[in-house]
């Protein structure tokens, strides 16, 4: 961001995409470092935001759920020190018990269209949810969140 902002300011446009998680709205058990960087990324953008929209510089957060990435795959890494008072709360999350990579059902290519189309649109939102598992995660109905990951599976 330091290094477009200069050339951004000068033009008086321009748009900055963070990409967050819904983890920022809600954490689940075994993601608590990981939704405080999330967390930390929304304030600076919320800031930022502030900050250039007079100037005509665009900034929004995108709040992926599941989508087929190396996410839950290569990228994802964790403690080699398992812990048995957590086993039935993070341990549940432990990668060799995630069977979701490569099945999640989010799909990259239509994620990046949504977000040029929302930062092409006129009133570009802050945030942008992506996905119908992140929309039933974040209003907090959870089990609509997994019927809806396990249908479009299907």
């Not at 600076?44 to 929004?60: F, N, Q, W, Y």
């Amino acid at each position: 961001m330091k290094a477009v902002l200069p050339q951004m300011r000068r033009n008086h446009s321009g748009a900055i995409i963070n990409v967050s998680s819904i983890a920022a709205i809600r954490t689940a058990p075994g993601s608590g470092y990981y939704a405080a960087s999330k967390c930390a990324l929304e304030g600076l953008s919320d800031g930022l935001r502030a900050e250039t929209a007079p100037l005509g510089i665009k900034v929004m957060v995108v709040e992926p759920g599941a989508f087929r990435t190396d996410f839950a795959g290569r990228s994802l890494t964790q403690s080699r020190t398992v812990i048995e008072d957590y086993e039935e709360t993070s341990g549940a999350r432990r990668i060799g018990r995630d069977t979701t990579h490569g099945t999640q059902p989010g799909d990259p290519d239509k994620a990046a269209e949504m977000i040029i189309q929302a930062v092409e649109a006129d009133n570009t939102p802050f945030r942008l949810l992506l996905g119908t598992d992140a929309v039933a995660f974040a209003s907090g109905d959870e089990s609509k969140s997994r019927r809806i990951c396990e249908m479009e599976r299907i």
